[in-house]
């Protein structure tokens, strides 16, 4: 009986734990409201977006973008002056939930080429539900 009543209190224990787990999951896998304006709608949680048109990335979380300046990566609350007038709302947009994403920007160039090509166009829509199964998948 006393073995009865301790494999009991074990795998009650053991059900609270992945019980409470699952619960953090759903909590922390949306950022809809931290996202611009003209980024949402594609995907529920989005760290980066890379922009191919100007070869550009804008990190969610800290409202910044991301570009090339002098060889450096230079970051800031608006675009560049040689890029202010990039329409972000019609431009491509391309959801990288990947650490540190402008330090792959060589892969990113190739992959998305610029902005043209099927592959760019059809990207955003790819790349958010491949981030919301990874999402999903690691509770992140």
Known sequence: ?????????????????????????????????????????????????????????????????????????????????DSKNFDLRSGNKVVVNQAGAYRYNAQHKIRYAGGSGVEAKSSVKASAKKAKRSSDKYGG
């Open 1 to 81: 009986m006393k073995k009865i009543i301790i494999g009991a209190v074990v795998f009650l224990s053991a059900a609270m734990f992945t019980t409470a787990s699952a619960q953090l999951r759903v909590n922390t896998s949306n950022n809809v409201d931290a996202q611009p304006k003209w980024g949402q709608g594609v995907s529920d949680y989005v760290e980066y977006y890379y922009l191919p048109d100007i070869d550009a990335y804008y990190f969610v979380p800290r409202k910044q973008f991301i570009y090339q300046k002098d060889g450096h990566w230079a970051f800031s609350s608006s675009l560049p002056a």
